[in-house]
């Protein structure tokens, strides 16, 4: 047994928490017995659940793997995260992604929900195995090619078909790819200064609008990732409108960074830590994107964590893989761009980063208000706190992240999965 004291559950006025059997059993003022954890006023959110994030394992173990990844997220937060398919080999087999599953389950820093591919080897060409991946033991719901866009419509209309019958959900990486061949950086006035090929808007809202009329005609669920500019907002805005069933994610660096620093970024020009797909974009993307969050236009924010090793990054820009890290500073990033802001407040923070996440991956146990007999899943984060980045003090494996050196606010305190402390004080456990 273990007692929380004085935390504000979602910002609100101070109580404690008394957490039994994974469960929380009683919420209350002057709460004692069992061990008893000081929570410092810290504010408390059901635990992070993740939509968006790449683990690599298999294949990919230089970079990161379930252990590190998991450790990494339960730094930031988190209690629940989906592990992209773009794994070697991919997780297109419900060998590959029980194999995912069972590692998350091994290491037990959060719980892991493997995506499975759209199509066998994410090639675009055939459907993969998806209702025997949505049979297994990972009892995947969630289905990407991420990293790559399934641009045929024939296939992608198939994968909307096939999904509903077990209540599933394609993830679309919207790039149309014959538009961003050679694309380096958003297509605009920096990067024509700069001489990159340019990455338009349009490759990335002319996918969303095929997307949503594909899923509207067949009536299934569709999820779109990583969403970028202010007209792809406008699509998925009109899309709800006529109550298609629609959901979209935002990642904290869109919400902060922006196009000005592949060319005025602290070391210079040409920084391939700001290279990410798809790119950061203009200021006025950045204002609508926080806009469309704030409205449940864009229903949750995913990190779209991207490890790669030093030697993937730190090159010339045209050969540097692109992504970047994030568990361990999306809850920051968010307080930055959006409470303090003023956009949202703690309840929206938990309805955007837990509860809607886990309802959009169909989880059992997760995102559920912190209320007496929910799971003990609980994010602790004081947001007073002001810290320096420091990649060096990550739990991940790489090191690739837009921040270094800058000052953000917030901490995560604690981290409790099913009422164990996997992040006390801000350190592992």
């Not at 080999?89 to 995506?115: I, K, M, N, S, Y």
């Not at 195995?129 to 990972?138: C, N, T, V």
């Not at 869109?254 to 203009?282: F, M, W």
């Not at 000052?407 to 999965?417: E, K």
Request: proline share 5%; glycine share 10%.
């Amino acid at each position: 047994m273990i007692v929380v004291k004085n935390v504000r559950i979602l910002g609100g006025e101070p109580a404690d928490l008394r957490i039994d059997q994974g469960v929380i059993a009683e919420i209350g003022r002057g709460l004692s017995g069992g061990e008893e954890i000081d929570g410092g006023g810290a504010v408390a959110l059901p635990g992070l659940v993740d939509l968006h994030t790449h683990l690599r394992e298999p294949g990919r173990e230089d970079a990161e793997t379930v252990q590190t990844g998991t450790r990494s997220a339960a730094r930031g937060g988190y209690t629940a995260v989906h592990a992209m398919a773009n794994t070697s080999p991919v997780a297109d087999t419900a060998g590959v992604v029980e194999q995912v599953w069972r590692l998350g389950r091994e290491f037990g820093h959060c719980d892991v929900h493997p995506v499975g591919a759209v199509t066998v080897g994410l090639e675009g060409r055939q459907l993969a195995e998806l209702g025997a991946m949505a049979d297994s033991a990972a009892r995947v719901r969630v289905f990407s090619d991420d990293g790559r866009c399934v641009d045929d419509a024939v296939l992608m209309r198939r994968a909307l078909e096939y999904v509903k019958a077990f209540d599933g959900v394609v993830a679309q990486h919207a790039q149309e790819p014959r538009l961003t061949q050679g694309a380096q950086m958003n297509e605009g006035v920096v990067s024509g200064r700069l001489g990159l090929t340019g990455w338009p808007a349009v490759a990335e809202e002319a996918i969303i609008a095929r997307d949503c009329l594909l899923a509207a005609h067949v009536g299934s669920r569709l999820h779109v990732c990583h969403v970028s500019t202010a007209g792809s907002v406008e699509i998925i805005r009109w899309a709800k409108s006529k109550g298609w069933d629609v959901t979209a994610e935002v990642t904290p660096h869109h919400l902060l960074l922006t196009d000005e620093l592949v060319e005025d970024s602290p070391v210079g020009a040409y920084n391939p830590i700001y290279k990410v797909n798809p790119p950061l974009r203009t200021r006025a993307d950045v204002e609508a994107l926080r806009a469309a969050l704030a409205d449940g236009t864009i229903d949750i924010v995913a990190t779209d964590h991207a490890p790669h090793p030093v030697e993937d990054k730190e090159t010339e820009w045209s050969a540097a893989a692109m992504g970047m890290v994030g568990l361990e500073t999306a809850l920051s990033v968010v307080q930055e761009a959006m409470v303090e802001t003023g956009l949202l407040d703690w309840a929206g923070v938990a309805q955007r980063m837990s509860v809607v996440p886990a309802r959009i991956g169909r989880l059992a146990g997760q995102g559920q208000p912190l209320e007496r007999g929910a799971p003990a899943n609980i994010t602790l984060y004081d947001p007073s706190a002001r810290t320096e980045v420091d990649p060096s003090a990550f739990a991940s494996k790489s090191r690739n992240t837009p921040y270094e050196g800058m000052t953000l606010p917030g901490r995560v305190v604690a981290t409790f999965l099913r009422g164990r402390p996997t992040v006390l004080e801000g350190k592992l456990v």
